[in-house]
């Protein structure tokens, strides 16, 4: 497996990423780059993280064998459209969107006959810094990535996205774009609004900056993701809306019975509910560690 051309479109840290991987899994000697931004595009060029960069969608697609797309998801329908006509028949094209129902009726919409060329990914990799200096040839190793091929992807496609995601050791999953997004919201998106939340709310009180001051570990872990891009994170939530508002309106109906067993001053019901949180939260930290030596 060896390709001529890799074009990245969006030069950050997930695009940044998947090139220095591919650099260094050996089956990328040439990456061209382009980014709205000169800014990136320089900077992507100045770590090496590209080989040249290109001045349109257009002009880094043109005779690309291999093409990734890592923009904010709102941005991916204009990318295929400015694309589309500069695609080759044979191409790989992928991204790397955290929402997948909205990214595969964009491909609809606008990729014509170059629909086959589309395969939808979503690596569940990531930093709470954005930006391609923050770059890591190892961010995909040994972590999901969950395929969602449309009806319409050519199976050449599907398996050579299944090799390079391979290649940088990603664990693969398949599912469906509507299956994913139910799921994803349950895992991933609400425990970043929940974190978002949290943050406002404590600094929200007047001796806010105090409070966050005593915070130790556990409130640096689950509060990390509060840190992640805000534009990456307002797509997301508003692309997955229907599903994020469901998961929102379980944690709720969670967050309530909590709420009742405290205010009734229940110590019995809110120790059962903490016992069901424990034992479920390891039997499943078991099953993971289990699959994880397989």
Same mark, same amino acid.
């Given at each position: 497996?060896?390709?001529? =051309?890799?074009?990245?479109? %969006?030069?950050?840290?997930? +695009?940044g990423s998947f090139a220095l991987a591919a650099r260094s899994a050996g089956w990328a000697p040439h990456i061209v780059g382009f980014s709205p931004s000169a800014t990136s595009r320089q900077k992507a060029l100045s770590l090496g993280v590209i080989d040249a960069s290109a001045d349109s969608i257009a002009?880094?697609?043109? &005779?690309?064998?291999?093409?990734?797309?890592?923009?904010?998801?709102?941005?991916? !329908?204009a990318c295929f459209q400015a694309m589309a006509p500069a695609l080759r028949v044979d191409a790989l094209l992928m991204d790397v969107g955290s929402t997948k129902s909205d990214i595969v009726a964009a491909a609809i919409d606008t990729l014509g006959d170059r629909l086959h060329c589309f395969v939808p990914?979503?690596?569940?990799?990531?930093?709470?810094?954005?930006?391609?200096?923050?770059?890591?040839?190892?961010?995909? =190793?040994?972590?999901?990535?969950?395929?969602?091929?449309?009806?319409?992807? %050519?199976?050449?496609?599907?398996?050579?996205? =299944?090799?390079?995601?391979?290649?940088? %050791?990603?664990? #693969?999953?398949?599912?469906?774009?509507?299956?994913?997004?139910?799921? $994803?919201?349950?895992?991933?998106?609400?425990?970043?609004?929940? !974190?978002?939340?949290? #943050?406002? +709310? #404590? $600094?929200?009180?007047?001796?806010?900056?105090?409070?966050?001051?005593?915070? %130790?570990?556990?409130?640096?872990?689950?509060?990390?993701?509060?840190?992640?891009?805000?534009?990456?994170?307002?797509?997301?939530?508003?692309?997955?809306?229907?599903?994020?508002?469901?998961?929102?309106?379980? $944690?709720?109906?969670?967050?309530?019975?909590?709420?009742?067993?405290?205010?009734?001053?229940?110590?019995?019901?809110?120790? &059962?509910? #903490?016992?069901?949180?424990? &034992?479920?939260?390891? =039997?499943?930290?078991?099953?993971?560690?289990?699959?994880?030596?397989?």
């Amino acid at each position: 497996m060896k390709f001529q =051309k890799v074009a990245l479109i %969006g030069c950050g840290l997930m +695009g940044g990423s998947f090139a220095l991987a591919a650099r260094s899994a050996g089956w990328a000697p040439h990456i061209v780059g382009f980014s709205p931004s000169a800014t990136s595009r320089q900077k992507a060029l100045s770590l090496g993280v590209i080989d040249a960069s290109a001045d349109s969608i257009a002009q880094a697609v043109q &005779d690309a064998d291999l093409i990734l797309l890592a923009v904010p998801v709102k941005a991916t !329908a204009a990318c295929f459209q400015a694309m589309a006509p500069a695609l080759r028949v044979d191409a790989l094209l992928m991204d790397v969107g955290s929402t997948k129902s909205d990214i595969v009726a964009a491909a609809i919409d606008t990729l014509g006959d170059r629909l086959h060329c589309f395969v939808p990914v979503h690596p569940i990799a990531g930093k709470e810094v954005a930006g391609v200096e923050h770059s890591d040839a190892d961010l995909y =190793k040994e972590r999901a990535l969950i395929l969602t091929p449309m009806p319409t992807s %050519g199976t050449a496609q599907v398996q050579l996205a =299944k090799q390079i995601w391979a290649s940088l %050791g990603s664990d #693969i999953t398949e599912l469906t774009p509507a299956a994913h997004d139910a799921a $994803f919201a349950a895992v991933s998106h609400l425990p970043h609004v929940l !974190a978002y939340a949290m #943050i406002r +709310g #404590i $600094f929200q009180q007047k001796n806010g900056a105090a409070l966050i001051a005593l915070g %130790g570990p556990g409130f640096r872990d689950f509060s990390r993701i509060a840190a992640s891009d805000p534009v990456v994170w307002r797509d997301i939530l508003t692309t997955n809306r229907e599903q994020v508002l469901l998961q929102i309106a379980h $944690f709720k109906e969670a967050l309530e019975d909590f709420e009742k067993a405290i205010e009734t001053n229940h110590p019995q019901a809110l120790e &059962d509910m #903490i016992r069901q949180a424990s &034992d479920l939260r390891f =039997k499943w930290r078991m099953g993971a560690h289990q699959n994880s030596e397989e």
